[in-house]
Structures are given as structure tokens and as C-alpha cells.
């Protein structure tokens, strides 16, 4: 056993390190694992960089490959590989601050009116949003939100899913994402001088995997053919820290969470007859598709190109994010989040770069770059580029995405051309261009004029819940009332899939 003492924000915590075990695995199971290590650690993002000294395995053959000659001769080390053999230190790097989007529609549904507290959370994959309530008035008093916790743990939910599956797994990913939870509602308690402790109810939206996480329950069976969850929620639970009941949102199937019911509820009114497609494109892209007072519902694994991840140069939407890119003068720009030097792309700049290196012929329609280089560079002083590799990630993401979009198109037998609206939730929907989306082909060329950008809906969603039980009811009876189309045994979609690919 050794000691591993860790630096951050001018405060040291010594922690304790098992033989054979990582400097990412000891951190984790103190609760102060790296949000940036988002593949889990199993080697291959190499975004777990620290800098590290003291008694310390030999360099792998993983490090010699993914850090800078210069990193290796500073001692910057990745935590998934690093062992401490003896007493060491690690000197946490800067992390990202991932913009968060906690904005959304105004409600539709008005409060019971009875007295008291509550709390909303949307827990994301990538992020999470607390919501402070005053339940007589239905006013929100505060908003707190942060990337999810459980981002040390992997990126995705499948990641998740296999950290759950070891010894102690689930407990340290429940506890991780509820110790969070409860952190940002006793901020938000503090602020506006509620005791935390007195709180009547809470209500919580996320997607299935991350549902089961919170409530302790194994989302193994998720994870695996047929994808069959282990529980639907929509009823309240008791989650350890948390000091009342929480109402947990409805699913709908594995892949189609809380998250989706809630957030539809929020933005649509299902008894109405418009044809209209409500999509939340992330690491998950989940889609429901309204026709003729019929509801249609799949999940699409996009992966998390869309959060910047799996990219050479991909981050999420923080400072220093590459955030827009267009043609100008015939030759490429682009604007950073927060003004300062390029750091890398987030999502919406990735897709913007696609469309503009179509516009510019620098790419063509099969996604083959026009470099022998492999690459091309949008700023070669700043190291950005985009790699042939890189536009197969997007690829794989947009394309899921738009056969999901297809098959169920075909299946209420609805042209694109039939839709009247397409609302786009979620952080990447707000942020990205439309124009870009639908000349890359991930959005049904509808008219931008159609495209809406609602929010965090299931934020939303989890306030309407929290204050009404009308709103509770609804997204019950609307989660019974999906169809849901399971894609993966679809040969339709795979054909889709293969065409969607092209840009």
C-alpha cells in the first residue's frame, strides 16, 4: 500500500493506493477521480494528464504513445496508467469548464400551490442541473450545474454501465452522482436560506442508465440484448443523502429515459395533431416523432463525438472551445468561447467545420479529406486540425442519428417534407447551427425556419413534475403511450445507416 498525496486548488488530500492499482482507480474510489477521463480507463482518450512525482511505475507503452515528448520530460503522467510502487504526488491540471445549459421554455403547467421547498435535478450523462423551487409559487430560485461526476467513470453510458458491473461498482457510481446532487442542492439551500433538511419532495430526470444509477439498481440488462431495463420509475424513491422522496421520471425502454418523456411533456402538447419531431442529439441521441396524434419513440447511439470526445482535437463546450467556423474570403474562420487562444473543438464547431469544408471542396461527399497529409489544418499555430480519423467519428454519430430520423419517418409514413416543426433539445441543440446540421445531413432538410432550439427540456420537464401532479400524470400516460422502435434488429435502419454516412 502507498501513499498518494493529491494537489488541487491550493488544498492537498492523501489518499490511499492498493497494490497494482492506478492512480485513476485509487482516485476514483476517494471520490476525486478526473472528470476528464472520459473513456473510462481503459487508455485511449489520454485526457487523464496530471502531473506527477514521486516513487512511480516505468512509462507505458500506452503513455509513450499519447503524451508529448515534452509531457514525458515535464512528468506529466495519464492516471490510467501510472502506479504508485511507494509514496507519490499528483498536481491536478487545469480542467475543462464545461458550459452547461440550464435555460429552457417557460412552463405550461401551473403549481398544486401547497407550501414548502422542493428540488428538480436533469442528470445527464455529460452534465447535470439542480433546480431550487418555492412549491406554493412554482417560481425557481436558483439554478446550480456542473459536468456529471460520474464523467471519471467513462464518457457513455455503456462505460457506466461496465464500471457498475466490478466489485462495488454500482455503490461508487450512485454514491459519486448523489453525493454530487446533494453537494449542489445544499449550495443552492444555503444561497437562498432554505434548510437543506427541510425539503418536501425532489423530482428527477435522466436518461434510463443514469435513472438506474441514482436509485442503486444494476443497469446491466441495459447494456446487453434485448436492453431491457430493470425498472420504468415513474414513482418515488428514497436516495441515500438526499433528504426527501424523490419522483423519478418515466422511461420508456433502455434507451429512452425520464429525460425524454419529461422534456416532450414540457415542449408538446401530445393531444394536439401537428406532425413534428422533437430530437435530444448528444452522447444519446433520443428522437420522438408526433403524427396525427400517434407518438413515435427510438434511441440511437451517437456516441460522444458530439461532446468533442473521440476527436484529436475535440473538448466540450468550455473556455478556449473553437465554438463556430465559417468560409470567409474563401478561406477558413472561426470564434472561440471566451475570446482567448484555441484550445480545441466542442460539437458545434465540429459540425460547422464539416459543412465548411464541403462548401470549400476541401472534403467530399464520402468524407475523404483533400490532403496527403490525412488532416487539415484550421490553425496550425494553435494545433488544430481535423484528421481523417476524426471525420469518421462524425460520421458514425450524424449518421446514427439521421437513420433513427428516417426509420421513423417511414414508419408513420411522413416525408421530412411533412414536418412542421423539429424541436432541438438539450446543450448541443441550442448550440449548434442549423444550416451546418442539415448541409452535413445529421437534421431532414425541413427549412431552418422550422428548426427550433427549446432548451434544457428536461430540466423543464423535472420542474413541471416537481410543482404538479398534473404534469406527472401527463408524463406517465405519455410515456404508456409511445411507440417504441427498437433499431438495432432493423434492417431498414442499417440501410439508412449506410447512406446516412455520406455527407
Known amino acids: 500500500m502507498a501513499t498518494v498525496t493529491l494537489f488541487e486548488a491550493g488544498l492537498s488530500t492523501e489518499i490511499r493506493a492498493d497494490a497494482g492499482e492506478t492512480l485513476l482507480e485509487a482516485l476514483l474510489r476517494a471520490g476525486k ?259 396525427r396524434g400517434r407518438l413515435y419513440t427510438c434511441a440511437t447511439a451517437a456516441g460522444p463525438a458530439f461532446e468533442g470526445a473521440h476527436i484529436s482535437c475535440g473538448m466540450s463546450g468550455s473556455a478556449g472551445a473553437v465554438d463556430r467556423v465559417w468560409v470567409q474570403e474563401g478561406r477558413l474562420a472561426y470564434s472561440v468561447i471566451g475570446k482567448g487562444e484555441p484550445k480545441g473543438l466542442c460539437g458545434s464547431g465540429i459540425l460547422d467545420l464539416a459543412a465548411a469544408l464541403l462548401e470549400t471542396e476541401q472534403m467530399d461527399e464520402s468524407g475523404a479529406l483533400e490532403s496527403d497529409e490525412g488532416l487539415m489544418w484550421l490553425d496550425r499555430q494553435a494545433q488544430l486540425s481535423f484528421t481523417q480519423r476524426d471525420v469518421r467519428e462524425l460520421q458514425l454519430a450524424k449518421g446514427a442519428v439521421a437513420a433513427g430520423i428516417d426509420v421513423l419517418l417511414k414508419q408513420a409514413d411522413l416525408a421530412e417534407s411533412g414536418l412542421s416543426r423539429l424541436l432541438l433539445a438539450g446543450g448541443f441543440g441550442t448550440y449548434l447551427n442549423p444550416e451546418s446540421a442539415c448541409r452535413i445531413g445529421l437534421l431532414p432538410s425541413v427549412g431552418t425556419h422550422k428548426i427550433t432550439a427549446v432548451g434544457n427540456a428536461a430540466g423543464l420537464g423535472a420542474c413541471d413534475c416537481l410543482k404538479s401532479g398534473r404534469a406527472r400524470e401527463d408524463a406517465v400516460h405519455l410515456a404508456a403511450q409511445m411507440q417504441y422502435i427498437e433499431l438495432s434488429c432493423l434492417p431498414a435502419f442499417n440501410e439508412a445507416y449506410m447512406e446516412r454516412m455520406l455527407f
Open 33 to 291: 477521480g478526473p472528470a476528464t477521463a472520459v473513456c473510462g480507463g481503459h487508455h485511449t482518450c489520454g485526457r487523464c494528464k496530471a502531473l506527477c512525482r514521486g516513487e512511480l511505475s516505468e512509462l507505458s507503452a500506452e503513455e509513450l504513445e499519447l503524451l508529448t515528448e515534452q509531457e514525458q520530460l515535464q512528468g506529466i503522467r495519464l492516471l490510467c496508467c501510472a502506479r504508485a510502487r511507494g509514496n507519490a504526488q499528483v498536481y491536478a491540471l487545469g480542467g475543462e469548464t464545461m458550459q452547461v445549459q440550464t435555460a429552457s421554455l417557460q412552463s405550461r403547467y401551473e403549481t398544486d400551490g401547497e407550501g414548502g421547498f422542493g428540488f428538480a435535478a436533469d442528470v445527464g450523462t455529460t452534465t447535470v442541473a439542480v433546480f431550487l423551487m418555492d412549491l406554493q409559487s412554482g417560481e425557481v430560485l436558483g439554478v446550480r450545474s456542473a459536468p456529471n461526476a460520474q464523467r471519471a467513470f467513462g464518457a457513455d453510458v455503456i462505460s457506466r454501465c461496465d464500471y457498475a458491473s466490478r466489485e462495488n461498482g454500482l455503490a461508487l457510481l450512485q454514491q459519486t452522482l448523489l453525493d454530487q446532487l446533494a453537494s449542489l442542492v445544499r449550495e443552492l439551500c444555503e444561497e437562498h436560506g432554505v434548510a437543506f433538511a427541510a425539503l418536501k419532495r425532489g423530482a428527477l430526470a435522466g436518461n434510463t442508465v443514469m435513472e438506474h444509477l441514482a436509485a442503486g439498481e444494476d443497469p446491466a440488462s441495459i447494456a446487453v440484448a434485448p436492453y431491457t431495463p430493470k425498472s420504468l420509475f415513474g414513482e418515488y424513491r428514497i436516495l441515500p443523502g438526499l433528504p426527501c422522496s424523490v419522483w423519478m421520471a418515466p422511461c420508456v425502454a433502455g434507451y429512452v429515459g425520464g429525460d425524454v418523456t419529461v422534456g416532450f411533456n414540457a415542449c408538446v402538447d401530445p393531444r394536439g395533431q401537428e406532425s413534428l419531431l422533437f430530437a435530444d442529439v448528444g452522447t444519446n441521441g433520443e428522437l420522438v416523432l408526433a403524427h
